[in-house]
């Protein structure tokens, strides 16, 4: 069985990511520093899989410790989610983000080198493209200068990765430039678990639906989109996980190989559409008020799939609904 690293393999993207990977036949091996995740996940996970992952408390900045774990563990392929990933978080802190964003991947790409480990699946976003031109955004978008912190360190982590292939020809990459990920898996055993406030639009709309928050605020309604809220492309967690399996597939036909494909559903969707959506999928009704906008916020984007759908075999198959709803199921079960 293929063993695989997964940083931030205990975070919201990455513990689906490890149910997906598990029942693709490989073995994932979870590294993550808890700093941004709950070890809450770690009990879902075993629910859902009937046994708990290997995993290690370290931070990937830790190069000593990164290397005792592939000494022991021999990986063929490193998925690297461990990231700080909040928009205007990193506007307030930017060397917060610097520093471990960009740090981290080095120090790994640095310990693959060292044990000849030649797949990579990075963790992107689609805050590389900045506000973009024209929407849908393809891989081959010009990226913007972006709104934030955040997004800089994804593009200059896949600058990096770039520079780092080019004179390292058998490593092979898959950059996944995510949207926006919503839901929880369908058993409500994992999903997004926030620390404080949350910093994402679907656990603020669940938290304040089942009574934690007083209201949700919308962050501006005068855009230039068609119900003046910002428009972005929201993608259930799971098809998101999925598009990782099938890169590490790629990867294997694909030697050598650096490529970005954006992960998406491939439409856009405004905050007061997915506000509706809500109230309609549930039942609930949801307290909001209309704020200012946001700093770091980007007006609309969305993707275009067709490279991921050509080339990796992946396409989405769960609906903004199927993700509001899933997300639902979860907080009401966080709240037993």
């Known amino acids: 069985m293929k063993k695989i690293i997964v940083t931030g393999g205990a975070g919201f993207i990455g513990s689906h990511t490890v149910v997906e990977l598990v029942q693709a ?21 075993k629910a859902i899989l009937g046994f708990q992952p290997t995993v290690y408390k370290t931070d990937c900045t830790n190069k000593q410790e990164l290397t005792d ?34 740090v981290s991947l080095i120090t790994l790409l640095e310990v693959m080198q060292d044990f000849v480990v030649k797949k990579l699946v990075f963790s992107s976003s689609c805050t590389v493209y900045g506000q973009p031109d024209e929407n849908p955004v393809t891989e081959n978008s010009a990226m913007k200068k972006t709104a934030s912190p955040y997004g800089y360190t994804k593009q200059v982590g896949e600058q990096i990765i770039s520079d780092h292939q080019s004179v ?3 490593l092979a990459c898959a950059i996944l430039r995510y949207f926006n990920p919503i839901g929880a898996h369908p058993t409500g055993l994992i999903g997004e678990l926030p620390f404080g406030v ?33 428009i972005r492309d929201f993608i259930h967690v799971v098809d998101l996980a999925k598009a990782h399996v099938s890169a590490l597939a790629w990867m294997d036909k694909n030697e050598g190989s650096c490529e970005a494909f954006n992960i998406g559903q491939g439409r856009g969707d405004s905050v007061m559409d997915t506000i509706k959506a809500f109230v309609r999928v549930t039942a609930e009704q949801l307290n909001y008020v209309v704020g200012p906008r946001r700093p770091g916020d980007v007006e609309q984007v969305w993707a275009d799939v067709t490279k991921a759908t050509t080339e990796l075999g992946w396409k989405t198959e769960l609906t903004l609904d199927d993700a509001l709803r899933d997300a639902w199921l979860w907080e009401r079960n966080l709240k037993g």
């Not at 036949?25 to 996970?45: A, K, Q, T, W």
Request: glycine content about 6%; aromatic content about 10%; proline content about 9%.
């Open 168 to 170: 390292n020809p058998l």
């Open 198 to 230: 949350p910093n994402n639009l679907v656990p603020y709309i669940t938290q304040t639906a089942i009574g934690l928050r007083p209201q949700l605020t919308v962050f501006g309604d005068n855009y230039q989109t068609p119900d003046g809220t910002c």
């Open 25 to 45: 036949g490989y073995e994932p091996v979870i590294i993550d520093d808890f700093s941004n995740s709950d070890v809450r996940v770690m009990d879902g996970l």
């Open 69 to 102: 774990i592939f000494t022991k563990e021999q990986p063929e392929a490193v998925i690297h989610f461990a990231a700080f990933k909040s928009v205007n978080e990193s506007v307030e802190q930017p060397l917060k983000y610097y520093r471990n964003n960009l």
